[in-house]
Nanobody, 119 residues
Framework: QVQLVESGGGSVQAGGSLTLSCVAS????????MAWYRQGPGGQRDLVAS???????NYPDSVKGRFTVSRNNAKNTVYLQMNTLKPDDTGVYYC?????????????WGKGTLVTVSS
């Protein structure tokens, strides 16, 4: 089993920045991909950024150039630097991790951290 704990959420005005962190514990040797997902008011959970153990990253167009995902494998930690935040970025941000290069069904999830961006 792997446990994931997110931190760093909060309230910020549009144009501001936040950095989220997610620490993994347990059987961390199983982990390849780590990712951030956002669940907005509509309830859908969308990918925000992902990174493999080797450092390959993936972002949707909506956050490219504004968000940066990074990880410290020695600390089993993944980060999400969010700049130029918009109200549409509001939501609960979940950390996910899994043994493959992409997150899939049955992978591990944290409990989330709330990000609120006001206009």
């Amino acid at each position: 089993q792997v446990q994931l704990v997110e931190s760093g959420g909060g309230s910020v005005q549009a144009g501001g920045s936040l950095t989220l962190s997610c620490v993994a514990s347990g059987n961390t040797f199983r982990i390849n991909a780590m990712a951030w997902y956002r669940q907005g008011p509509g309830g859908q959970r969308d990918l925000v950024a992902s990174i493999t153990r080797a450092g390959s990253t993936n972002y949707p167009d909506s956050v490219k150039g504004r968000f940066t995902v990074s990880r410290n494998n020695a600390k089993n930690t993944v980060y999400l630097q969010m700049n130029t935040l918009k109200p549409d970025d509001t939501g609960v941000y979940y950390c996910a991790a899994g043994p493959l290069p992409i997150i899939g069904p049955g992978d591990y999830w944290g409990k989330g951290t709330l990000v609120t961006v006001s206009s």
